[in-house]
């Protein structure tokens, strides 16, 4: 069924290999794409399994990307002389009025 398929990208941003070639901002957009067309319910079954498998890949692969980038931050501030500390991103941006308002377990964006 992959005839059925609504656009070339998600046939690009499924294979393995190609998938790391895409950018952050792509990848991320194409899973938003997914997440969009799975709310929708319009896919049959056999697409929305194929969507949410690519999905998942996807988010393995950001998530992964963001830890990698959190690692690289830590090293930098080591080398100049300051010790990592992790916080919520909410404390750098002065934004903790999130928190407050039952925003617990939701994306800042």
């Known amino acids: 069924m992959p ?9 690009t941003a499924s294979s393995s290999p190609e998938e790391g070639a895409v950018s952050f901002e792509q990848a991320l957009e194409r899973l938003e794409t997914i997440v969009s067309e799975l709310e929708a319910g319009s896919l049959s079954l056999e697409d929305s399994i194929a969507r949410y498998e690519e999905g998942v890949r996807l988010s393995r692969r950001l998530t992964e990307t963001l830890d990698q980038a959190e690692k690289r931050i830590e090293r930098l501030e080591q080398v100049a002389g300051k010790t990592p500390v992790a916080r919520p991103l909410e404390d750098d941006l002065g934004q903790n009025e999130h928190a407050a308002e039952g925003g617990e377990g939701e994306l800042p964006f």
């Open 3 to 11: 005839a059925n398929r609504k656009s070339p990208a998600a046939a």
